[in-house]
């Protein structure tokens, strides 16, 4: 398994969850991460990513709210997220497109309650 994600549960609206994707070393080191979610009936949908020098972007719907990282030791990244909505339900899906390849971990799923 090349990207595992994981971390998703059920949380109630204003609760925090934390999303890891562990990756193999020769995928993880040079690329960068990018999650999305992809809520029912709903298009897959870009939340944020992290290059190789740890430069971040986020979907404006997530700004201030998630948080991505990485850790190089641990070839893993990570999805803070905080303030979860109801909105925010979808499973989601880390992702990483080095020159050799279109990687995908199988989703986690993220459910909040109101």
């Known amino acids: 398994v090349q990207l595992q994600a994981s971390g998703g549960g059920l949380v109630q609206a204003g609760g925090s969850l934390r999303l890891s994707c562990a990756a193999s070393a020769s995928l993880f080191r040079g690329s960068a991460i990018t999650w999305y979610r992809q809520a029912p009936g709903k298009q897959r949908e870009f939340i944020a990513t992290i290059g190789a020098s740890a430069n971040t972007n986020y979907a404006d719907s997530v700004k201030d709210r998630f948080t991505i990282s990485r850790d190089y030791a641990k070839n893993t990244a990570y999805l803070q997220m905080n303030s979860l909505n109801p909105d925010d339900t979808a499973d989601y899906y880390c992702?990483?497109?080095?020159?050799?390849?279109?990687?995908w971990g199988q989703g986690t799923q993220v459910t909040v309650s109101s």
């Open positions: 992702n990483m497109r080095p020159p050799w390849g279109n990687f």
